[in-house]
């Protein structure tokens, strides 16, 4: 049982600033979340009256979904910002909307940005709970959190995992939130992926880097591929993709170094074929669909937890 | 400060209600127990004991988590918010008659919040209140079926129901 009640924060911005204790709070309040999801009515009048805004500056469709999903079972009610293009000049824009937000007096807001650094900005200038939906390469704090409760739905436990995650590690905001939440809970965590995508300085995040998929696999008990982000690439990173997937695309054969009821995971959306081969994505492995499931249960923990007041008022 | 129960006693008062219950709906087949967290849920466990010994018969028991139906949540915006615990009800309640147990009945606002709870699972029967102590002072239109026992008490003071289960031993404790 959790140690504490309530975080400290009444943002979430990113894994970084959360304490072992508050990331129990949040899995613990998750747990109760997800039976909610169970019952003939699934939706419990908590945040009636309180106004949630989804900012999405960036493409999103299961993040802003279980996002909405989460906020609906709450009794929230929600409004959708999505902004397509991300070529104008972003703090400007992102300061401008802000303002807007903030004369309609929302009470959170959840926002996805381009830019490392875009939530908290926003929590400079808005009254309103600020939750990081994922900024530019920095965090993806609720992903994080899901892909632990998964874990340890799966697993039992946290501490001690052999956790691998594999694949494009200079683009993944996902990584970077894991990374700091595993260490955090006991975890040993291998970052793994080509040589020129490994960004510098994972090794202070308490990971073992490696350019050897076999190492990074041997005895996981979870394997975490990631997302060869296109988008983001605006240099010559790889030669092509079907070398990429020879050399770094998770098929079962591969996954026979990993732990014999090793669990694999994907934050989504899946590139078969390039990260991920098919018979792993569909095979008795994969826990990726319990992922997008219990998305929604840590979304709604988050959302509970930043409605109330601080800790120490 | 005044023990106004003791274990002896607390056992007393189940037993007997154990037995109303029995009497009082004799002949209904599907009845259940719900009790509400914290210590609703053991005393909720023992009536089913109790009546198992009575009746000889086994009566489901599920527990009941009324945190997100507060009507008090959200109300300030200073105070952190209440730890969300399990609900866990393994059965339907379609069509079956609830008891609802809690310990303390005082204002009657979980009470409130425990039947728009339970509606959310399914359409009961009926549903009946149990509980083990009705301290009075009650702000909402809500009565008790089944009494442990009453004690009047002002509002400055605090009922305190201890559980073996929880809190280690049996007592009920008038503080202030």
Not at chain 1, 89 to 112: F, N, Q, S, Y
Not at chain 1, 119 to 137: E, F, K, P, W
Not at chain 1, 178 to 190: D, H, I, S, W
Not at chain 2, 42 to 49: D, T, Y
Request: charged fraction near 25%; proline fraction near 4%.
């Amino acid at each position: 049982m959790s140690a504490i009640t309530a975080l400290r924060s009444r943002n979430l911005l990113g894994i970084a600033d959360l304490t072992p204790d508050e990331i129990e709070l949040v899995l613990e309040t998750a747990l109760a979340m997800k039976e909610i999801g169970t019952r003939p009515i699934k939706k419990v009048p908590t945040l009636r009256g309180r106004t949630v805004v989804n900012l999405f500056f960036e493409a999103s469709t299961r993040t802003r979904i279980s996002f909405e999903l989460a906020e609906k079972r709450l009794s929230a009610d929600t409004l959708g910002i999505t902004t397509a293009g991300s070529s104008v000049v972003k703090g400007e824009t992102l300061a401008d909307t802000a303002r807007t937000l903030e004369a309609m007096a929302p009470d959170m807001i959840v926002v996805r940005h381009a830019a490392s650094g875009a939530a908290q900005m926003l929590a400079r200038v808005c009254r309103a709970s600020i939750i990081n939906a994922g900024d530019g390469t920095h965090e993806h704090p609720t992903q994080a959190l899901l892909d632990a409760f998964t874990m340890r739905e799966a697993k039992g436990r946290l501490a001690g995992l052999r956790v691998a995650i594999i694949g494009d590690l200079q683009h993944s905001r996902v990584l970077r939130s894991n990374a700091q939440l595993l260490t955090k809970m006991g975890a040993e965590v291998r970052a793994c992926g080509p040589a020129t995508l490994l960004p510098l300085g994972l090794d202070r995040l308490g990971v073992h880097v490696t350019s050897s998929m076999d190492a990074a696999l041997e005895g996981a008990d979870v394997v975490m591929m990631l997302r060869l982000q296109h988008e983001r690439m605006h240099g010559l990173y790889l030669p092509s993709v079907r070398e990429y997937f020879v050399q770094f695309g998770l098929t079962p054969q591969r996954l026979e170094r990993a732990a014999p009821d090793a669990i694999v995971m994907h934050p989504g959306p899946m590139n078969r074929g390039v990260e991920i081969d098919s018979a792993v994505a569909d095979g008795p492995w994969s826990v990726i669909l319990d992922q997008v499931a219990n998305g929604v249960a840590v979304r709604m923990a988050v959302l509970y937890l930043l409605a109330g007041g601080d800790a120490e008022a | 400060m005044a023990i106004v129960m003791d274990a002896d006693r607390i056992s007393r008062s189940l037993t007997r209600i154990a037995h109303e219950i029995h009497e009082r709906n004799r002949g209904v087949g599907d009845l259940a127990f719900v009790g509400i967290r914290a210590r609703g849920v053991p005393i909720a466990a023992r009536l089913a004991a109790d009546l198992r010994q009575i009746a000889g018969v086994d009566v489901p028991t599920g527990a009941l988590d009324i945190t997100l139906y507060r009507d008090d949540l959200m109300r300030t915006s200073v105070a952190p918010q209440p730890v969300v615990r399990r609900t866990e009800i393994p059965f339907s309640i379609d069509g079956r008659h609830i008891l609802l147990v809690d310990d303390v009945l005082y204002t009657g606002r979980t009470i409130r919040a425990a039947l728009d709870a339970l509606i959310d699972y399914g359409r009961p029967n009926a549903i009946q209140l149990v509980v083990l102590v009705d301290r009075g002072h009650r702000e909402l239109p809500i009565r008790a079926d089944y009494v442990g026992r009453n004690i009047p008490t002002s509002r400055q003071q605090s009922v305190q129901v201890r559980l073996l289960e929880i809190d280690g031993r049996d007592e009920v404790e008038v503080e202030g």
